[in-house]
């Protein structure tokens, strides 16, 4: 499993705990190696949506 994946997936523990600020970082982290994954992005719209950041979530 790729560094990336494994950051994604710290990034969804996160989430599911209810840290959107932590996930959000987790989700950047993975996404600065793998810009283009579509489950990276979809995950980082739905933290920053939790966190009421509607432009972000774009």
Do not use: C
């Not at 982290?29 to 432009?55: C, I, M, W, Y």
Request: glycine residues 6%.
């Amino acid at each position: 499993m790729s560094q990336s994946w494994k950051t994604f997936l710290e990034g969804r523990i996160a989430q599911e705990e209810g840290n959107n600020e932590r996930a959000l970082e987790a989700y950047n982290a993975a996404l600065s190696e793998d810009p283009n994954n579509v489950h990276f992005l979809r995950a980082k719209a739905a933290a920053q949506a939790a966190l009421n950041d509607g432009d972000g979530a774009r």
